[in-house]
């Protein structure tokens, strides 16, 4: 049963190379459907392990499951659209359905394998389907952007493998060593300093992928180049290799190295921190300054998750709503690119006048990202916050906050003029596509999703949350 | 045997760091994956799993890669040097201070068992990982950059091999058809490159910065 998340995605995305017309948009809204009804359907009945417990679900995997799924369906939905805004892409868009189909398997995989070996193969295949994503729009500038996204990556995922032959090695008394589920009851056994080596290796890997600086200098070019429903989904893989570094700090947890873990995960975390604040400062380019917003981000689910349980929680509910919120932010970055055809903050301008509803759905996103209720991340961020000064590192904390509130200013001073006030002089506006209104449905119900969450966060939610947390904690 | 080994993966990566034509580039490439292909027979117990999997690493690593290494060279139509952005002098004495780095590392390792009495091979693989990255950083070719990263990759293959860790079929094979995808990507990344640009110089890949840009993307 478990298998099914990984071939149907899989097997369909390849099909979508021999479909030529319109009916490939509805062929990835089926694969997305399906992949999302298998999800839903984790919480009702039990997927029994494969392969000698190689792939399982716990609750940890469900909930990012869960999140790229909802994701991954909305994304399915705005691509329709996407796609008839403009007629010299069609031709690309086989391509561009199978390798987001292959992407979503990969990322599933990554979700729901136990075994190190497997979770570097499928992060390192989502790299290679997602390259020629980044290619879509076959410009000078995108292609170097997937260059670079390519050997950046690539070498960093290679690092996590040094990581894995390491943690290998630590554990070589034990059967399999890097089966998950057989290293955690002996986890204490392992030679320490080799682990406390395999973990560098995995953050800095991993950590190459999910974007903490000082790794991240693939991501702004690769978010900014993609077309915005690529970008929507990046967030979604960032989370992924967030999950994996989480499971292996789950074994350093089991062999007593908490403490190590969290010194590690605390000095990326503010480094992104530090690094997003300094770029989103005077920053001209949105689609660039919501991809450093997504640098924050990871940073600071890094940060609660190296601050306890509260943390942790804190830091799950964050993957939730930056998945949504991101996703929701650049669909109508796309919307505002069709219409002023520039990425300059300065050449948008009155977009309630000319598009209110496009303008009001990006002040909303703003409020959103930057952590206002009443939107979800309002109180992930004030959880992890919490988390922090419950943990004694007050100082940190100061800083943090600093941080947080430059990156506030930072975005606040591009987000105002480009919604109120009027257009620049000299603009040539796109006359507005109706399809453009229909671009922004799958954005509200992303908002919508993280409102949900900012107001009340349904039962089953919660309880998933809190289980997978105690798991990731140790 | 161990220690000639060694020998001629040291020499072939201080050729590597140093040759000007990427065609022997390519070739050395190749030798070195036949060489760190064949090294778990000498360290294991010699079964038909074992066997099957050396002969697919053999194929991918010394005949499969290279072959598209060569495909991608001929499509570019890269007939020039390397063009490093250091001169050979210096990588030279670059790649020597890197020797002598991963003798220092590998001398401070807690590696217990020393491998058939040679405790020289555990820094074979340093020496290869730090090979991979000198080509990437100081080569400005495209194809430069991809032979960087199958050689680093070699190393942390041997890496596994030295310290004697268990084979799992299922993952080495996936891990070699990843390596195999990102280089499939890779030459298509190269062509694309070329065709646009006229050249697949990465060292002029520097049009992506914190300025704005305007128009469709």
């Known amino acids: 049963m478990i298998t099914l998340f990984v071939l149907i995605p899989a097997l369909i995305g390849l099909l979508c190379l021999l479909i030529k017309s319109s009916a490939l948009r509805v062929t990835m809204i089926v694969a997305a459907t399906l992949h999302l009804g298998l999800t839903v359907s984790t919480f009702f009945c039990d997927f029994e392990p494969f392969y000698h417990g190689w792939f399982a679900i716990n609750s940890a995997s469900q909930l990012f499951l869960l999140a790229l799924s909802v994701l991954f369906f909305v994304v399915a939905c705005y691509s329709r659209d996407y796609m008839g805004l403009n007629s010299r892409i069609i031709k690309y868009e086989a391509r561009y359905s199978c390798c987001m189909l292959l992407m ?54 290679a690092l996590a493998l040094l990581g894995n032959i390491l943690l290998a090695y630590a554990y070589r008394s034990v059967d399999s060593p890097l089966l998950l589920d057989n290293l955690l009851p002996l986890a204490a056994s392992g030679d320490i300093k080799w682990l406390k080596a395999a973990f560098i290796f995995f953050v800095i890997g991993y950590g190459t992928k999910m974007g903490l600086a000082p790794m991240h ?167 992890i916050i919490r988390s922090m000064l419950d943990s004694g590192v007050s100082p940190i904390v100061f800083v943090v906050l600093l941080l947080l509130v430059m990156i506030f200013i930072g975005m606040l001073v591009a987000f105002i003029p480009m919604t109120m006030g009027s257009a620049p002089s000299g603009t040539t506006l796109k006359p507005s596509n109706p399809r453009l209104r229909w671009l922004l449905l799958p954005a509200a119900v992303l908002g919508l999703i993280s409102l949900i969450l900012g107001v009340c966060v349904p039962n089953t939610i919660y309880r998933l949350i809190m289980d997978a947390a105690a798991i990731l904690s140790g | 045997m161990i220690n000639l080994i060694f020998a001629a993966i040291v020499l072939s990566c201080l050729m590597l760091s140093v040759s000007s034509r990427i065609k022997s580039c390519i070739h050395i490439v190749a030798i070195q994956g036949a060489i760190v292909s064949l090294f778990p027979l000498l360290l294991n117990a010699i079964d038909t799993e074992l066997l099957v999997l050396v002969v697919i690493t053999i194929s991918v690593k010394a005949i499969i890669l290279p072959l598209m290494l060569l495909r991608s060279m001929r499509i570019a139509a890269v007939r020039r040097e390397v063009e490093p952005l250091i001169s050979y002098p210096i990588s030279i004495a670059v790649s020597i201070a890197g020797l002598l780095f991963s003798l220092w590392i590998a001398s401070r390792l807690p590696v217990t068992e020393t491998i058939h009495g040679s405790s020289l091979m555990i820094v074979a693989p340093f020496f290869m990982m730090f090979t991979g990255l000198f080509l990437i950083v100081s080569r400005t070719k ?29 993952v080495e094979v996936g891990i070699l058809l990843d390596v195999l995808v990102m280089v499939f990507v890779a030459g298509v990344a190269i062509f694309h490159i070329n065709r646009k640009f006229d050249h697949i110089d990465t060292g002029r890949l520097t049009h992506l910065n914190e300025d704005p840009m305007d128009g469709e993307r």
């Open chain 2, 142 to 170: 495209a194809l430069t950059g991809i032979m960087g990263y199958l050689v680093f990759e070699n190393g942390i293959y041997l890496f596994g091999g030295v310290l004697g860790l268990e084979h799992n079929f299922i």
């Open chain 1, 104 to 157: 979503l398997s990969a990322m599933s995989l990554v979700l729901l394998s136990r075994h190190f070996g497997v979770m570097w193969i499928a992060m390192e295949a989502t790299t290679l389907f997602s390259a020629p994503l980044i290619y879509f729009h076959r410009s000078h500038t995108s292609l170097e952007a997937t260059w670079k996204y390519l050997m950046i990556c690539s070498i960093g995922i």
């Open chain 1, 217 to 383: 200098s693939w991501l702004p070019d690769a978010y900014s180049e993609a077309p915005p429903p690529v970008s929507a989904i990046f967030p979604a893989l960032m989370h992924c290799a967030f999950l994996l570094v989480m499971r292996v700090g789950e074994v350093c947890q089991a062999a007593g190295l908490g403490a190590f873990r969290n010194e590690i995960l605390i000095f990326f975390a503010v480094a992104s921190l530090l690094f997003a604040a300094i770029f989103i400062i005077g920053q001209k380019d949105y689609p660039r300054m919501l991809a450093y917003s997504s640098i924050e981000q990871i940073g600071l689910m890094t940060l609660g998750a190296a601050c306890g349980v509260v943390g942790m929680v804190g830091s799950l509910l964050h993957m939730l709503n930056h998945t949504m919120i991101k996703g929701m932010l650049f669909m109508i970055s796309g919307n505002i690119l069709a219409i002023y055809r520039s990425r300059n903050v300065n050449k948008v301008g009155g977009m309630l006048q000319i598009s209110p509803l496009t303008g009001i759905m990006w002040l909303a996103g703003f409020m959103a990202i930057t952590g206002l209720p009443p939107f979800g991340m309002f109180i992930s961020k004030l959880m």
